[in-house]
């Protein structure tokens, strides 16, 4: 975690002295994540985040973005932070289950009812415990993270009881997800948010899992013509990580 001490040093002189940071220690970190600069965990978090520590620290704290898999792909974007090619990342943890497999367990149907609700719980869970030491046995230092509201399912036709999901490609994120699908009787495919678009229109997949919010961002509703608004197809969450 080569980066991480300079960084919460700078905050700490920052926040603990007042604004007395020499700017001559100027650091430029290179940031990247999966989302378009358009979506709105880029414009309500990555880009928001990154000004305010900008901001804060009166420049002493810069960032060169890399959104939309510039630097990495959605399940690359920890190794890029390992391997520096990347100093930050907004992990989708869900993309990573395999090196972290608690901190994806947040992607099973139930884990939380709102996107407040969850990410209260996830900021506790990231503050100490568990989840936040197997992103440290990870290479990583958490700096925040916060969740999108509960999946919904998004389809080319109405998807009512089980019988309706047997043997569907049904879009997922991660292997976590791709449980539910599986028990519903469909195939789960995990596709990161950039290609699912062309995946859908193309008859790759039959079905979406998706938040919301989400939707409007990657222009989803121009290719489906069923989307549910009381489901809870498991979650999703996004941790701010420093190397």
Not at 11 to 30: C, H
Not at 189 to 201: F, K, L
Request: glycine share 12%; aromatic share 8%.
């Amino acid at each position: 975690m080569k980066n991480t001490g300079k960084l919460l040093t700078i905050l700490a002189g920052v926040f603990g002295i007042g604004m007395s940071v020499n700017v001559a220690q100027a650091e430029t970190l290179r940031l990247g994540d999966f989302q378009s600069t358009s979506h709105v965990v880029s414009l309500e978090g990555t880009t928001r985040w990154m000004f305010a520590v900008e901001q804060a620290t009166n420049g002493a704290i810069k960032f060169e973005h890399f959104p939309a898999q510039q630097a990495a792909k959605s399940a690359a974007q920890l190794d890029a932070v390992n391997n520096g090619i990347l100093d930050a990342a907004l992990l989708g943890t869900l993309y990573h289950s395999e090196v972290l497999p608690l901190n994806s367990v947040i992607g099973l149907p139930g884990f939380y009812g709102t996107a407040v609700q969850g990410t209260e719980a996830l900021q506790s869970m990231l503050a100490e415990g568990p989840l936040r030491d197997e992103l440290l046995d990870a290479g990583v230092m958490p700096i925040f993270g916060f969740v999108l509201p509960p999946y919904q399912v998004l389809a080319k036709k109405h998807l009512g009881g089980v019988s309706d999901w047997k043997t569907l490609d049904i879009r997922t994120s991660g292997s976590t997800q791709a449980m539910t699908a599986r028990a519903l009787g469909s195939v789960g495919i995990s596709i990161p948010g950039p290609e699912v678009y062309t995946a859908v229109e193309r008859g790759r997949l039959d079905g979406v899992l998706f938040p919301l919010a989400s939707v409007p961002g990657y222009n989803l509703q121009e290719v489906v013509s069923h989307i549910s608004t009381n489901g809870s197809f498991g979650g999703y969450s996004f941790v701010m990580v420093v190397g």
